[in-house]
Nanobody, 132 residues
């Protein structure tokens, strides 16, 4: 089992940057595929980014939603049991609660990293507000 704690959410002006962190408990963090999701008021939780276990899984090492591609970067540091989401060129539509998620095995299907049901554990979320 793993526990996830997000941090780094804040109020930021449009065009600005933020880095979110997700710290995981446990000694087997490197065995978890990881993802970031977000949820705005009135909306369903949506996929943001994911890192599979394999360095080159289905031809990629990191996957992004089209809405954040080129602006957000997800990374993981297994030595620190932490994943990060660097968010640049923030837009008002990026305003949401951001959640970190972990899956205890490799993603099963192409594209399944974007399914909320693919993950076993979730953090409590951190609020990101982008003002104009």
């Amino acid at each position: 089992q793993v526990q996830l704690v997000e941090s780094g959410g804040a109020v930021v002006q449009a065009g600005g940057s933020l880095r979110l962190s997700c710290a995981a408990s446990g000694r087997t963090f490197s065995r978890y595929a990881m993802g970031w999701f977000r949820q705005a008021p009135g909306n369903e939780r949506e996929f943001v980014a994911a890192v599979p276990l394999a360095i080159n899984w289905r031809g990629g090492s990191t996957f992004y939603a089209d809405s954040v591609k080129g602006r957000f970067t997800m990374s993981r540091d297994n030595a620190k049991n932490t994943v990060y989401l660097q968010m640049n060129s923030l837009k008002r539509e990026d305003t949401a609660v951001y959640y970190c998620a972990a899956r205890g095995s490799e993603f099963a299907y192409s594209g399944s990293y974007s399914w909320t049901t693919a993950y076993d554990y979730w953090g409590q979320g951190t609020q990101v507000t982008v003002s104009s």
